[in-house]
């Protein structure tokens, strides 16, 4: 069974990241990617239909994580450790500066 986030660009369903056992994946939601205004969220990650697929969390969505004091209040009062990437990714990035946020998904 493998944990889930979904990621939206500017309030926009743009897909999903997903740990699993051998490590993480993302994928565009069909129906962004049919959107003509659909940009991709990173760079690194450009639209494409295929499954993005890594052994460590991609580092666009790592650079999401609050650091310092900030990623020691999210850890103390969560009780999440520092070194769960991607827990922590699910909990402190519904409300980030940029225009990407991750909500973990619902059951």
């Keep these: 069974m493998s944990k889930k986030g979904l990621v939206y ?8 990241i997903a740990e699993t056992d051998e490590g993480y994946e993302f994928s565009y939601d069909d129906d962004y990617l049919e959107n003509k205004n659909a940009r991709p969220v990173s760079l690194t990650l450009p639209l494409s239909s295929l499954k993005y697929e890594s052994k460590v969390l991609f580092a666009f969505f790592d ?12 850890t103390t009062h969560w ?6 990437r991607f827990e922590l990714l699910l909990l402190t990035c519904r409300d980030t500066i940029g225009a990407v946020t991750v909500t973990p998904e619902k059951d």
Excluded: M, Q
């Excluded at 660009?9 to 999903?16: E, V, Y």
């Excluded at 650079?63 to 999210?74: F, K, N, R, Y």
């Design 79 to 84: 009780k999440v450790k520092s070194n769960d």
């Design 9 to 16: 660009f500017k309030n926009t369903l743009a897909g999903i």
């Design 63 to 74: 650079g999401l994580i609050p650091e310092g004091w900030l990623l020691d209040l999210a």
